[in-house]
């Protein structure tokens, strides 16, 4: 998996952009201001700080979201939007996994928070509406039955 990136393009900040990356995994963020890293305040997950184009710093906050892999940012109190809030329809749908995979045990709801993840970072690609929902669908559907069918090969059939 390669880093999320994401670009912030402000009037007021000194330089071009800023951009953001995220580790996929870790979630660690590295910001840079026209390919110059940003740094850190003192404390300890400390904001970024940004030089404005007046001569002032402000703070930088980002701050991970749970489950969507968008981040939420705030310069000093404003909020910035990397990407589009997800409606709640789109959290539920996204969700199913969880709910197919909770009547077969602890290993199979682990696997269905990773295919949870990954429905996540389907709703956030470029693609068509309608290819999201199915492509989410889909890949719910054939990971339940693959799961199934390994249960099945492994605990066999039971007896009549």
């Known amino acids: 998996m390669s880093a999320l990136q994401y670009s912030i393009k402000r009037k007021d900040i000194a330089g071009e952009s800023i951009e953001l990356q995220q580790a996929p995994i870790s979630g660690k963020v590295v910001a840079n201001n026209d390919g110059k890293p940003l740094e850190r305040s003192k404390e300890k997950y400390g904001p970024f700080q940004v030089r404005m184009k007046d001569g002032t710093v402000k703070r930088l906050f980002v701050r991970p979201r749970l489950l969507d892999p968008v981040p939420t940012v705030h310069l000093e109190d404003e909020e910035i939007l990397l990407a589009r809030k997800l409606f709640v329809v789109e959290y539920v749908f996204a969700a199913v996994p969880i709910l197919m995979f ?23 690609t470029k693609w068509m509406p309608t290819l999201k929902w199915c492509a989410i669908y889909a890949l719910s559907i054939v990971v339940y039955w693959v799961f199934a069918l390994i249960l099945k090969l492994i605990l066999g059939t039971p007896a009549h």
């Open 102 to 124: 909770l009547i077969h045990g602890p290993i199979a709801t682990v696997i269905a928070f990773v295919l949870l993840l990954t429905n996540f970072r389907i709703l956030r």
